[in-house]
């Protein structure tokens, strides 16, 4: 079993637009191969136009944003509230 591990990236300069170059997070396999990587908002990306970076960096991908951590729940679900 491989390790998996969260990462954050961007179309790097010169590959795109500015607009573009929102940054991504992934969840990629540590022994992984292939060209592309798959963000967790859909975006394929391939991997050789990567530029990685540390999370906070650049402008979020809002749709990565809102979908990370989307496994865990936002707040304490309370009975008495009926949720």
Known sequence: MTAKLLVTGRLA??????????????????????????????EKLPLADVEWVVPGTGMPCERCLG???????????????GV
């Open 67 to 81: 979908l990370t951590g989307a496994d865990q729940p936002r707040y304490p679900l309370l009975p008495e509230l």
């Open 13 to 42: 300069p010169g590959t795109t637009g500015e607009a573009r170059r929102v940054a991504h997070v992934f969840e990629v396999d540590a022994g992984r191969s292939g060209d592309r990587v798959l963000a967790r908002c859909g």
